[in-house]
């Protein structure tokens, strides 16, 4: 797990002391294992009757989740005292939207449900900052906007506006955690992740190294120079050598199956980030348990997404119950 240096800081005293008292709302593993049983969504309301989301009132998964994301948002919002710890978490819905209103301005069509709005500006802003209008947008958005679309003038390269609104991200995410050791644990660990991640995905596919080096993330622990020498190797015995590196070494069973399948590397990547936001309980002060606990309940929300969403698209349960990353 990635170390970091408790913050201490006093104001939170209060909200750690009531998200110490809503911790008993956060679902177990074993009701994660009943859940994954369900034969139908109104069975998935069912098994949560018992707990906080029965409080919701909601004939239908997505309604509850909706209800139950808001009540939850409204209180980590209630006690966050940093204006930067809350861009740090709004600003990966920021980066979304862009893709989203960049792929509309190139032709695609994109659905409005896919479109975050909280703490976002809305789809007209969008609209009208790619068009070349002054709109009100942080600047680091509008900045990652331009140079998409100055990029894109002749050829529309959907990677290249990926890269370049992900280094945009990443660079801002960066800059806005510094003096919060809790968040730049948090963002390593996500960039680390998903480098390993594109790595292997192009290794496996027999892509180019210069596909992955346009998209290596920065500030990560894992420097461009070791994945370089991972390259360079075969594709035997690549899960043996990235296990040598500290930032993976627990990633054991996943980098196994990646030859066949993604699913148990993503379930174990997810796990230790769950991990490092567990490591909040045994503080007394400071931001990071409201953080910690905001995200963990991020997390059981898409897992009870996944599995409505196996129960519609009729994924085998075993798949369904693969995809879900929890805790004892």
């Known amino acids: 797990m990635i170390a970091y240096t408790p913050s201490e800081d006093p104001r939170y005293g209060f909200a750690v002391g009531r998200v110490r008292s809503r911790e008993a709302r956060i679902l177990s593993r074993q009701q994660f294992e009943r859940l994954s049983e369900s034969r139908s969504e109104d069975q998935i309301i069912s098994s949560l009757a018992d707990t906080p989301y029965s409080e919701t009132r909601a004939d239908d998964v997505d309604t509850?989740?909706?209800?139950?994301?808001?009540?939850?948002?409204?209180?980590?919002?209630?006690?966050?005292?940093?204006?930067?710890?809350?861009?740090?978490?709004?600003?990966?819905?920021?980066?979304?939207?862009?893709?989203?209103?960049?792929?509309?301005?190139?032709?695609?069509?994109?659905?409005?449900?896919?479109?975050?709005?909280?703490?976002?500006?809305?789809?007209?802003?969008?609209?009208?900052?790619?068009?070349?209008?002054?709109?009100?947008?942080?600047?680091?958005?509008?900045?990652?906007?331009g140079e998409a679309v100055a990029a894109n003038i002749r050829n529309v390269d959907a990677f290249s506006i990926d890269v370049i609104i992900d280094n945009a991200l990443v660079e801002h995410l960066y800059l806005v955690s510094k003096g919060y050791s809790f968040l730049r644990a948090?963002?390593?660990?996500?960039?680390?992740?998903?480098?390993?991640?594109?790595?292997?995905?192009?290794?496996?596919?027999?892509?180019?190294?210069?596909?992955?080096?346009k998209g290596f993330l920065p500030y990560g622990a894992v420097k461009i120079e070791r994945f370089k020498i991972l390259w360079e190797q075969g594709r035997d015995g690549i899960s043996s050598s990235v296990l040598k590196i500290d930032s993976y070494k627990s990633f054991s069973e996943g980098l196994k199956a990646v030859s066949e399948s993604f699913l148990l590397l993503e379930k174990q990547i997810k796990e230790s980030e769950l991990l490092l936001l567990l490591s909040t309980r045994r503080l007394t002060f400071g931001y990071e348990p409201l953080v910690g606990y905001a995200l963990i309940k991020r997390e059981e929300r898409k897992n009870i997404a996944r599995v409505a969403t196996g129960l519609r698209y009729g994924l085998e349960k075993e798949t369904v119950r693969n995809s879900i990353a929890w805790f004892d």
């Open 186 to 213: 948090i963002l390593v660990h996500q960039v680390d992740s998903t480098n390993l991640l594109t790595f292997l995905r192009l290794k496996f596919s027999e892509g180019e190294w210069d596909v992955f080096e």
């Open 64 to 145: 509850m989740l909706g209800r139950a994301e808001a009540e939850e948002e409204a209180f980590f919002l209630r006690y966050l005292e940093e204006e930067d710890i809350r861009d740090f978490f709004n600003a990966p819905n920021l980066a979304s939207n862009l893709k989203l209103a960049l792929r509309r301005l190139y032709g695609a069509e994109i659905d409005d449900s896919l479109f975050v709005p909280k703490g976002s500006p809305s789809i007209e802003v969008f609209k009208k900052m790619l068009e070349g209008e002054s709109v009100s947008a942080p600047l680091w958005l509008k900045d990652a906007a």
